[in-house]
């Protein structure tokens, strides 16, 4: 199994930018597909972006796709995402989740994760 840790979140004002990090321990960290999930006040928990197991295809919603990149490290054991062009509705908590079960594609909802980490969050002022 792994444990994601989230890092990277702060403050920042509309049009920044921030990289998120998610370090996984374990020793198969390739073989899960991870996911970005954000959650706001009040609001369920919503996909972002992820990125298949190993091949490292990438997957977005829509209000991330082309503003927001993930990408892995597989001899890191970490996911990141990059977030440009932050808007004050992007204001959210971050987690880092990942799917043990999944081998091509990715999940978009957060009960087919097995592990989560913490959260980071993310503000951004107007």
């Known amino acids: 199994q792994v444990q994601p840790v989230e890092s990277g979140g702060g403050l920042v004002q509309a049009g920044d930018s921030l990289r998120l990090s998610c370090a996984a321990s374990?020793?198969?960290?390739?073989?899960?597909?991870m996911g970005w999930f954000r959650q706001a006040p009040g609001k369920e928990r919503e996909f972002v972006a992820g990125?298949?197991?190993?091949?490292?295809?990438?997957y977005y919603a829509t209000s991330a796709k082309g503003r927001f990149t993930i990408s892995r490290d597989n001899a890191e054991n970490t996911v990141y995402l990059q977030m440009n062009s932050l808007k004050p509705e992007d204001t959210a908590v971050y987690y880092c989740?990942?799917?043990?079960?999944?081998?091509?594609?990715?999940?978009?909802?957060?009960?087919?994760?097995?592990?989560w980490g913490q959260g980071t969050q993310v503000t951004v002022s107007s």
């Open positions: 990125v298949q197991r190993s091949s490292g295809t990438t």
């Open positions: 989740a990942a799917d043990e079960h999944t081998i091509v594609g990715v999940r978009f909802t957060p009960h087919e994760y097995d592990y």
């Open positions: 374990g020793r198969t960290f390739s073989s899960y597909a």
